[in-house]
């Protein structure tokens, strides 16, 4: 590829990457996993084109890999992570960097299996304590509380003082028609939102799971 290519991409990853920081501030989810996702092709350019005009440090601002791997988990946008999970893998460069990128898509995967636990929890206790969390399910009081005020920031639940902690309430209703999709097969089924929240088989390849709950709809 050619150097004018390669800054070209250089330029369009400078450009997506300030894009995705504002969407972020403005709350543009999730809309802005598809421009995250729209940046990957010239994130490996722009690595070369850096190289190659001695730029530090070789790789591009990685506010699409950190956006996903923050924001994905949380607001339960699956496809988000895994598409970044192939594109690594597809890059040596970047499977093989030093900022441990894959490492990130791994902490992702499991940020989101604590969020589901997380809302199962809160679906099975409605108004329960903050603190109470994070005792029952054994998780990391830091790593639960920064999923909770993400929720609360989105305006997903309301957190009001209690004693010394936080009651929580959900601003969701139960019986809204949403859409879940399979983890497996990515096929698309519709039914209440409650009904996500338990484990079943797939209409489709039949694997037994959770349904990914889209976040369009999740705070409606």
């Known amino acids: 590829m050619k150097i004018a290519e390669l800054e070209t991409h250089h330029d369009i990853c400078a450009d997506l990457g300030q894009r995705i920081l504002v969407m ?4 543009e ?35 699409a890999f950190s956006t996903i791997c923050r924001y994905a988990p949380p607001l339960f946008e699956h496809s988000a992570i895994e598409s970044l999970s192939d594109f690594i893998k597809s890059t040596r460069i970047l499977a093989q960097s030093e900022n441990n990128v894959l490492e990130w898509v791994e902490a992702a995967r499991k940020r989101e299996q604590v969020a589901r636990a997380i809302w199962n929890c809160l ?10 969390i994070c005792a029952d399910l054994e998780v990391s009081r830091e790593e639960a509380v920064d999923i909770i005020e993400l929720w609360e920031e989105l305006g997903i639940l309301d957190r009001r ?11 969701t209703r139960l019986d809204a028609e949403v859409a879940g999709l399979c983890p497996r097969c990515g096929v698309q089924e519709q039914g209440r939102k409650d009904s996500f929240f338990q484990s079943g088989a797939c209409r489709q390849c039949k694997s037994e799971g959770h349904h990914y709950i889209e976040y369009a709809v999740l705070h409606s």
């Open 161 to 171: 003082p209690d004693a010394e902690s936080h009651r929580l309430y959900f601003r």
């Open 29 to 63: 989810f999730p809309a802005v996993f598809s421009v995250c996702i729209e940046s990957f092709p010239s994130i490996v350019p722009a690595m070369a084109y850096r190289k190659k005009k001695g730029i530090l440090p070789d790789m591009p601002g990685l506010s």
């Open 123 to 132: 679906e099975k206790h409605p108004e329960m304590l903050q603190c109470d």
């Open 24 to 27: 972020v501030d403005n709350h």
